[in-house]
């Protein structure tokens, strides 16, 4: 199984972008989807995650502009990043995971896939 994420970019801060995350398998019809970010000389930093049911988890520093959706038919994951700010700047993976439990999804360890990252700049 492989996961193609796309759709990072430059844009200003306020602005908005939708990362996609595809799998070659039927990954996302059944394993839980998440997005992780990563500045240099930090470690990786859970953003969002979605199980199938398509309840959806947020860390708070996204919460309220960050929206998680999937779409199992094409086993594709997503990420619409609204109301960019520069501290939103890094390189997002997404992954994904089999029989995740809550207290889990925030943790690098719990997922079996990774993306290879797609860049983010927003601009002040």
């Known amino acids: 199984v492989q996961l193609q994420a796309s759709g990072g970019g430059l844009v200003q801060a306020g602005g908005s972008l939708r990362l996609s995350c595809a799998s070659s398998?039927?990954?996302?019809?059944?394993?839980?989807g998440a997005w992780f970010r990563q500045v240099p000389g930090k470690e990786r930093e859970f953003v969002a995650a979605i199980f199938r049911s398509s309840r959806t988890y947020y860390a708070d520093s996204v919460k309220g502009r960050f929206i998680a959706s999937r779409d199992s038919a094409k086993n594709t994951v997503y990420l619409q990043m609204n109301s960019l700010k520069p501290e939103d700047t890094a390189v997002y993976y997404c992954a994904g995971g089999n029989s995740l439990i809550l207290s889990s999804i925030r943790f690098v360890s719990a997922y079996n896939y990774w993306g290879q990252g797609t860049q983010v700049t927003v601009s002040s």
């Open positions: 398998g039927r990954t996302f019809s059944t394993y839980t």
